[in-house]
């Protein structure tokens, strides 16, 4: 409203000196003075203030309703960023848990389903989508006890798993895909093939060569401190026993092919005692030196 008033006594040629320096400050003032010099050149008898006001007031709110449309915009380009963000970081429901070397980590599911991730071990699950899509995606080795309910599907690069309600154990190292049913029934697929595994049945699959075993034990061996291996090649027991001691292994001028594979166990509280079970049925020596240990032919 002053802005208006400052106008017209402008317009009529009221202005102080104060209030003519105000008014040259406003951003549209020049617009203002155009308007008013176009109007000296109408034909009409004398200048008409009036019209001449109506006319700046005209421009003046177009002016506004500019000013303002380019408001809008600027608050609906904070309010598209906004929603960006939000649904980034806010909606993205995907859970990740990662176990460091040496390490383990029990995690309960939206259905209360339990798993216990081994050292080394990388797994996610969408959480907004677990009501209708039980899947877990699984790098390294995990025990699970699944409640009842939809399919449950364990997805890794060389095979998957899917059950409804049991409690079983996968493995997935490099070549090595191992599932071990402990209850329960579970479908194992590969590439090559689909296998239902009751309770007491392992599948093993090593270097694209599968075969299915019974199993004594009720629960995996590495839950309870202990690594346990059948028919496994030697290189994926050492990269293991790499994973529980967060020690590194030098292997000097030993070979690891397929045919050298290893049938026992090791500890995970005891290094040296570890490494005795590994290398005796060998006939191999070790050496250890802080977070580096040697292994080399005996003599």
Not at 80 to 104: D, G, K, P, W
Not at 262 to 287: E, R
Request: one cysteine or more.
């Amino acid at each position: 409203m002053k802005e208006e008033k400052l106008i017209q006594k402008w317009l009529d040629g009221e202005l102080s000196a104060e209030e003519q320096r105000e008014l040259e400050q406003l951003d549209a003032f020049k617009d203002y003075q155009k308007i008013a010099e176009a109007s000296t050149y109408f034909k009409a008898p004398t200048f008409d203030a009036n019209a001449t006001y109506e006319k700046i007031k005209e421009a003046q709110q177009k002016h506004q309703a500019i000013n303002w449309l380019s408001v809008v915009g600027k608050i609906a380009a904070i309010l598209i960023m906004a929603f960006l963000s939000y649904t980034m970081f806010f909606t993205n429901s995907t859970q990740e848990f990662t176990t460091e070397i040496a390490s383990t980590e029990k995690i309960t599911l939206p259905d209360n389903s339990l798993i216990n991730l081994n050292a080394g071990s990388h797994l996610s699950f969408n959480e907004d989508a677990w009501e209708d899509h039980r899947f877990i995606a699984l790098d390294g080795e995990a025990f699970f006890k699944v409640a009842k309910g939809e399919k449950f599907t364990v997805e890794t690069a060389l095979g998957s798993v899917s059950v409804k309600g049991t409690q079983f154990n996968v493995k997935q190292r490099d070549n090595l895909f191992v599932v071990t049913c402990y209850e329960g029934l579970v479908e194992v697929k590969t590439e090559k093939e689909t296998v239902l595994l009751p309770a007491g049945k392992e599948f093993r699959q090593i270097n694209n060569q599968s075969l299915v075993e019974n199993i004594s034990a009720t629960t995996p061996s590495w839950t309870q401190g202990k690594s346990s291996f059948t028919s496994t090649p030697l290189k994926e027991v050492l990269n293991e026993l790499e994973r529980q001691y967060d020690i590194q292994i030098q292997a000097k001028n030993l070979t690891f092919d397929a045919h050298r594979t290893f049938t026992g166990s090791f500890v995970h509280d005891n290094l040296d005692q570890a490494l005795k079970a590994i290398t005796i049925p060998f006939h191999l020596t070790y050496k250890i030196e802080g977070s580096s240990v040697s292994i080399v032919e005996r003599e």
